[in-house]
């Protein structure tokens, strides 16, 4: 399978390139071919590691949008069990951007909620490239209300660009759908761990994203905007949008030094799309031993941390 290397990976796409034709070679050279693999595959993993060592926000801000990065559908076919989806917002019509539905978490009982942007073009363009509207978000919340009356944790899957901007998103209320949302996570009395798995991306992501545990996965980015809407803002250039990224602070590991992310967990080395089954076994080790620490609170002291939580993001200077 073509890993569809990135711009500043090629110099280890050409090395994983030498290594495939040296596979497929017959070994009769007088070259000891096996050791010319082991050789090579060394230096690669060496450059690779030196290479993701140094990642700047907007190659960072790539990864996360890598093409084959594990989607909110791979997570609950290989972390969750007897997933059933739940459709509608009983007021327009189902929104195929947003997952919801029912499921287990090593024998736990949870309700999820996703983005999910679609693998090829007619999937991107059925799930809206995970661009969610009104109906989604009120899709969201209604599975989230039916969460709290039956007592179930909510872990919610992030990845989206953004709330789908539409004319039509905005007849239909979308400020108001993810005002609402907002609003509402903030009361509800069980507990919630939103996990960013790619794009966080403004209010389409805080939407379903406000939380007991807020975790991210090593490159993945969360902003109020991305890097290429910044840079049109304030430079009127897209182009800028690396510049754009390093001012957002829109990487993981500056996010958890502000404090506004609770947790960075680990992915492999070249990103998820790499990914074994021991990396969706730790996500899901992670998210239970998460989760334990949450139920084992009560619900006064539930509330009380999140909202203390939601207060102290950000800081300013009283006179």
């Given at each position: 399978?073509?890993?569809?290397?990135?711009?500043?990976?090629?110099?280890?796409?050409?090395?994983?390139?030498?290594?495939?034709?040296?596979?497929?070679?017959?070994?009769?050279?007088?070259?000891?071919?096996?050791?010319?693999?082991?050789?090579?595959?060394?230096?690669?993993?060496?450059?690779?590691?030196?290479?993701?060592?140094?990642?700047?926000?907007?190659?960072?801000?790539?990864?996360?949008?890598?093409?084959?990065?594990?989607?909110?559908?791979?997570?609950?076919?290989?972390?969750?069990?007897?997933?059933?989806?739940?459709?509608?917002?009983?007021?327009?019509?189902?929104?195929?951007?947003?997952?919801?539905?029912?499921?287990?978490?090593?024998?736990?009982?949870?309700?999820?909620?996703?983005?999910?942007?679609?693998?090829?073009?007619?999937?991107?363009?059925?799930?809206?490239?995970?661009?969610?509207?009104?109906?989604?978000?009120?899709?969201?919340?209604?599975?989230?209300?039916?969460?709290?009356?039956?007592?179930?944790?909510?872990?919610?899957?992030?990845d989206t660009p953004g709330a789908?901007?539409?004319?039509?998103?905005?007849?239909?209320?979308?400020?108001?759908?993810?005002?609402?949302?907002?609003?509402?996570?903030?009361?509800?009395?069980?507990?919630?761990?939103?996990?960013?798995?790619?794009?966080?991306?403004?209010?389409?992501?805080?939407?379903?994203?406000?939380?007991?545990?807020?975790?991210?996965?090593?490159?993945s980015i969360y902003s109020v905007?991305?890097?290429?809407?910044?840079?049109?803002?304030?430079?009127?250039?897209?182009?800028?949008?690396?510049?754009?990224?390093?001012?957002?602070?829109?990487?993981?590991?500056?996010?958890?030094?502000?404090?506004?992310?609770?947790?960075?967990?680990?992915?492999?080395?070249?990103?998820?799309?790499?990914?074994?089954?021991?990396?969706?076994?730790?996500?899901?080790?992670?998210?239970?031993?998460?989760?334990?620490?949450?139920?084992?609170?009560?619900?006064?002291?539930?509330?009380?941390?999140?909202?203390?939580?939601?207060?102290?993001?950000?800081?300013?200077?009283?006179?």
């Open positions: 399978m073509s890993l569809n290397f990135l711009d500043f990976e090629q110099p280890i796409a050409e090395l994983e390139a030498k290594i495939e034709e040296l596979k497929y070679l017959k070994d009769d050279s007088g070259v000891n071919i096996s050791q010319e693999i082991s050789r090579l595959k060394k230096e690669c993993d060496t450059l690779t590691k030196k290479i993701f060592s140094r990642l700047s926000p907007w190659q960072i801000t790539q990864l996360a949008r890598h093409p084959l990065r594990p989607y909110c559908l791979d997570y609950l076919d290989r972390i969750f069990d007897d997933f059933e989806e739940l459709h509608g917002d009983r007021m327009y019509r189902d929104d195929p951007a947003l997952i919801g539905g029912i499921g287990r978490l090593d024998g736990i009982e949870v309700m999820i909620l996703g983005h999910q942007k679609g693998r090829d073009t007619k999937d991107r363009v059925y799930r809206n490239y995970g661009m969610p509207k009104p109906e989604g978000y009120r899709k969201a919340l209604r599975i989230m209300k039916l969460a709290e009356k039956f007592n179930l944790p909510i872990i919610t899957l992030i789908y901007p539409g004319i039509g998103a905005e007849e239909r209320g979308q400020s108001e759908a993810i005002a609402r949302n907002l609003f509402e996570m903030s009361q509800l009395e069980v507990p919630i761990i939103s996990l960013i798995i790619g794009e966080g991306g403004s209010g389409g992501a805080l939407a379903i994203g406000v939380a007991d545990k807020l975790l991210m996965l090593k490159y905007i991305s890097p290429e809407g910044c840079a049109s803002i304030l430079w009127k250039d897209a182009t800028q949008a690396p510049r754009a990224a390093e001012a957002l602070c829109i990487s993981s590991d500056k996010l958890y030094q502000l404090g506004l992310v609770d947790g960075v967990l680990e992915e492999p080395l070249g990103g998820a799309h790499r990914a074994g089954e021991d990396f969706f076994k730790g996500i899901q080790r992670e998210l239970k031993r998460n989760l334990s620490e949450l139920q084992n609170t009560t619900v006064k002291n539930l509330l009380s941390n999140r909202h203390k939580k939601i207060e102290n993001f950000g800081s300013y200077i009283e006179n």
